[in-house]
């Protein structure tokens, strides 16, 4: 056991435990690691010397390959392996450990694990953003131009730009003008959610940021600033340290919509024209940025967050309306500096720059709004009018925040039309380097952006329409025949307040209604119903999309006729003929999943998108689809760009939407250079759905497997049902797991449960069902019945064989992997030992061995991710660290559970805060929650 603590000399866990990953990671981790140390033994040297005490063990128990020989394992009451081997007996000193430690040391042992995996994942971080840039050092852009052309096709990609990469495929197989048509046609709609999957508290989060910026800052000072580096890194370990993992409240919902704020400050304004401009860059060579762009603004982000009222009664219509009001305030505040930074700078004096008569036409109109403004505004810039009127523009952009209506912008198109003036008006005038660098930035952000910032969705659950109707209609509009249930107000005031969004700050800002759990097309005819009624005068009413929401395996199947029954409801066909018959339709993989297993729900919302774009097509409908999907393998996760390429034919027609929530979107979009990396690797997958050779292969490959997947869907589906409809599951999921303390944890406004008589499984939310499993080291949800059904089929050969070839399957295969990579059966085993249900959890081994086999088997590894170089080691090397927080859950677990009488309330109240620390630390270490 010696030569597992070495931490004095540097060391980081990577070389003890002979994981091979790259240099500057190593190195990375082992500064963090030595400075942690430091920290923990400032504070207290018997913590420190019990963190590597518990480490040592951990390490000990995980060497060789843990997660195989688990499953042979004999274990005693507890679910602690009896084994004589060297992990085994590793692992019992663990164990042994923890049980020695009182309250306090087993939560400062917790706070100084999750620290180190925060900073495990800034430094992980730290790698990638630095292997992005490597590349990109690498690359040399083509100026191949000739004047008067627009462009020349380069001959080469820019390899570290995926866009660039699926543009020239595109235009390899279908020609340079329908590649273009199709670019022009992009769209990529990321919609951010309130969904309480990110554990992390804002506070922590801070922390983490300014690490970063200091750990980005180190490779390039020395001497005592190189100190002075390591001083500030070493103060916000230890406040990181000394902070609690939990907030003391749940957030309300205008408190959620900052997450949105942060993300768009730190990344997307800046970042997302970047994006468009990196493209026209190696599109356009030395003419990049002095004539008019060929990349569109395609990046329209959404939001549900302070309009999901699904089961959440703390979003009410004043909440929508004061977040709506938020991010509308927000961005118009950044348009208004950013218009303000680029005249300033417009220094071109009218002599060598002349003015249009389009330019001088809008002074004029200006100086008619307003002397005192353009006074102000020549007496700045006497000789130099575009500068004068961008300043006037921008005055005008703090009147619309104001809502002075004698100077307001109306809407932002015409911002837009008055940015377009003096584009034009510098272009012809010679300036194309103005026109087309910061006043075209300019202009992409009002296109991305608006003057809403995000386009906001509102969504409600069908039963709760049906009720509000029947209560109308029952008690009258305006309750002249009794009064009506709160709800029914709260439902016509929801759509009163999509009103007054959509009229205030555009229709873009407001106008989708999202209806969970449509049944039948009589759910979507209640919702524009309900809209007539929340209005006295029809032109009030807004406009809406209604959108049904197919989730449940009933749902997915029944969905044909559902739409066929829509295009009969006489608002859909208003709607239809005011939007080119363009139609949103959103599938839920979260629902659809906890209701029929993961594989069968993947097969099955493959088959229903296959149906629906028949459907769309047969009745000339500009299909749109929306995915729900979660972060967790169990909810529809994983990498966004391999999931678009496994969509069918027809089923994205150059525009994918879905959901972004909890710990995605700060990995996705908390840094710029990853955000970037994702946006441009999402939309060049987008694109290149549209290619005729992607479009042979998912469909060819979907035909070809189609037995396999029918046989696949029917086996897991039956595999899964029985251990649910298992006597007396929900109770024993309840014990085995921290369902309950989840349900506790501060990380969101919503509640656990729907609210509509939650009593069963099937009332409780994916999140904590995905999030319970994954805290108990079993993952589930994500993969239970995949084992059984490839045993039952029994064809390695064809599973291979289908793993090579079909993407959709591939995609599924590969995220299995990585969820089966965060498992651990001997800590599962002792999870499943609170149950007291043998029977369950045999099946429920069983089934993970089987699925563990199979999926190496396979994609051809010996063990989980070994054919991902960094990923997988990566995730080796966080285990040791996930299972000391693991056995201190399940240890306070045990104590709660087995002792629930003898305890006082003060010792529930600390195991409770203990477990729930626990909680926010091995989700910080998988990277995963719901």
């Not at 866009?163 to 951010?192: I, M």
């Not at 942060?262 to 990049?288: H, Q, S």
């Not at 899964?720 to 409809?725: G, M, S, T, Y």
């Not at 019945?785 to 959709?808: D, I, T, V």
């Amino acid at each position: 056991m010696e030569r597992a603590i070495i931490y004095q000399e540097g060391l980081a866990l990577s070389e003890i435990a002979e994981i091979d990953i790259p240099e500057s990671l190593r190195d990375n981790l082992a500064l963090f690691l030595r400075l942690e140390r430091k920290v923990l033994n400032e504070y207290d040297p018997q913590v420190c010397e019990l963190f590597d005490k518990l480490l040592s063990h951990v390490v000990l128990a995980n060497e060789g390959n843990p997660g195989a020989d688990a499953a042979l394992e004999t274990i005693d009451a507890e679910g602690i392996p009896t084994g004589s081997g060297i992990g085994a007996e590793a692992f019992r000193d663990a164990v042994a450990l923890i049980d020695t430690l009182d309250l306090d040391h087993a939560q400062m042992l917790v706070r100084a694990f999750t620290s180190f995996f925060h900073l495990a994942n800034l430094a992980e971080e730290n790698y990638r953003v630095a292997a992005l840039r490597e590349r990109e050092s690498l690359v040399t852009l083509s100026d191949e131009t000739e004047a008067g052309d627009a462009f020349v096709l380069p001959t080469q990609v820019d390899p570290a730009n995926e866009l660039t990469v699926a543009f020239k495929r595109l235009v390899d197989e279908v020609g340079q003008e329908e590649a273009l048509r199709l670019l022009n046609q992009l769209e990529f709609h990321p919609v951010f959610t309130a969904h309480p999957t990110e554990a992390r508290r804002k506070a922590v989060e801070g922390k983490i940021r300014r690490l970063a910026k200091l750990l980005e800052e180190r490779p390039h000072v020395g001497g005592t600033d190189l100190l002075e580096n390591e001083r500030h890194m070493l103060q916000e370990i230890d406040a990181l340290v000394r902070t609690s993992l939990i907030a003391r409240k749940k957030p309300t919902p205008v408190e959620e919509a900052s997450t949105i704020l942060e993300i768009f400050d730190r990344t997307l304004f800046d970042t997302i024209p970047l994006v468009y401009r990196r493209f026209d860059n190696w599109l356009l060579g030395d003419k990049a940025g002095t004539v008019p762009p060929v990349c569109p603004a395609f990046f329209h982000p959404g939001s549900w967050i302070g309009t999901d009222r699904d089961g959440n009664p703390n979003v009410t219509a004043k909440v929508s309306r004061e977040v709506a009001r938020t991010y509308a305030e927000h961005i118009l505040a950044k348009l208004e500096h950013k218009c303000r930074r680029v005249g300033r700078n417009l220094t071109l004096e009218v002599t060598y720059t002349n003015p249009s008569k389009e330019l001088l036409d809008l002074w004029n109109h200006q100086v008619e709004m307003s002397e005192v403004i353009t006074t102000r505004a020549a007496g700045i810039s006497a000789h130099e009018m575009h500068r004068a009127v961008m300043l006037v523009m921008a005055e005008r952009l703090s009147a619309t925040i104001r809502r002075n209506a004698d100077t307001m912008y109306k809407n932002a198109e015409e911002f837009l039309a008055d940015l377009r003036v003096v584009q034009r008006s510098l272009a012809e005038a010679g300036a194309v380097r103005a026109a087309y660098g910061p006043v075209q930035t300019l202009i992409w952000q009002v296109e991305t952006f608006g003057f809403h910032l995000v386009e906001t969705e509102f969504r409600q659950h069908s039963v709760v329409h049906a009720r509000a109707l029947a209560d109308i209609r029952a008690h009258g509009r305006n309750g002249e025949h009794g009064a009506l249930d709160p709800m029914t107000r709260e439902v016509l005031d929801a759509f009163r307040a999509l009103g007054m969004i959509q009229r205030r700050y555009g229709i873009k800002a407001a106008r989708r209604y999202i209806i969970s759990f449509t049944k039948s097309a009589q759910d979507v005819a209640d919702v524009y119903e309900l809209a007539q009624l929340a209005f006295s005068h029809e032109a009030d009413v807004p406009e809406i999309d209604a959108i049904p929401l197919f989730e449940q395996l009933e749902d997915l199947e029944n969905c044909i006729d559902v739409l066929d029954g829509m295009l009969k409801v006489p608002a859909v066909q208003a709607r239809l003929a005011c939007t080119g018959r363009r139609m949103e339709i959103m599938l839920g993989y979260s629902d659809s999943s906890k209701d029929a297993g993961p594989t069968t729900a993947t097969l099955a919302l493959h088959t229903a998108e296959e149906r629906i774009v028949a459907w769309a097509a047969q009745n000339d409908i500009q299909l749109v689809l929306m995915h729900g999907r979660g972060g967790a393998v169990g909810r529809g996760g994983g990498p966004a760009n391999r999931a678009v390429l496994a969509q069918p034919k027809g089923s994205v027609n150059s525009c994918f939407k879905l959901t972004e929530q909890g710990e995605v979107i700060f990995a996705r979009y908390g840094n710029q250079a990853l955000a970037a990396r994702h946006v441009e690797s999402v939309a060049a997958a987008t694109l290149l759905t549209s290619a005729p050779s992607v479009e042979r292969i998912n469909t060819e490959m979907t035909n070809k497997y189609a037995s396999m997947a029918e046989t696949l869907s029917k086996l897991s589906h039956q595999s899964f049902l029985e251990l649910l409809h298992s006597e007396d599951f929900t109770p024993w999921f309840s014990t085995v797991t921290p369902l309950t303390e989840v349900g506790l944890l501060p990380i969101g406004s919503r509640p656990a449960k729907r609210g509509l008589g939650a009593k069963s499984l099937d009332d409780l939310r994916t999140i904590p069902w995905v999030f319970s499993w994954s805290q108990a080291r079993i993952n589930l949800a994500a993969w239970y019945g995949l084992g059984s059904a490839c045993e039952q089929l029994g064809n390695l050969a064809l599973l291979q064989q289908a793993y090579r070839e079909w993407p959709l399957f591939s995609t599924f295969i590969d995220n299995i992997e990585m969820s089966i990579a965060k498992t651990d059966q001997r800590i599962a085993k002792m999870y499943l030992a609170l149950g007291g249900r043998e029977d369950l959890a045999v099946k429920v081994f069983h089934e993970m061995s089987l699925t563990r086999k199979w999926t190496l088997a396979i994609v051809g590894d010996e063990w989980p991710l070994e054919h991902r170089r960094v990923l997988g080691r990566a995730v080796r090397m966080r285990n040791p660290y996930v299972d000391a927080l693991s056995l201190a859950q399940v240890r306070a677990l045990r104590e709660v559970r087995m002792r629930q009488e003898e305890l006082s309330e003060e010792a529930k109240a600390n195991y409770l805060s203990l477990i729930l620390a626990t909680v926010a630390g091995v989700s910080a270490g998988l990277q995963n929650t719901g």
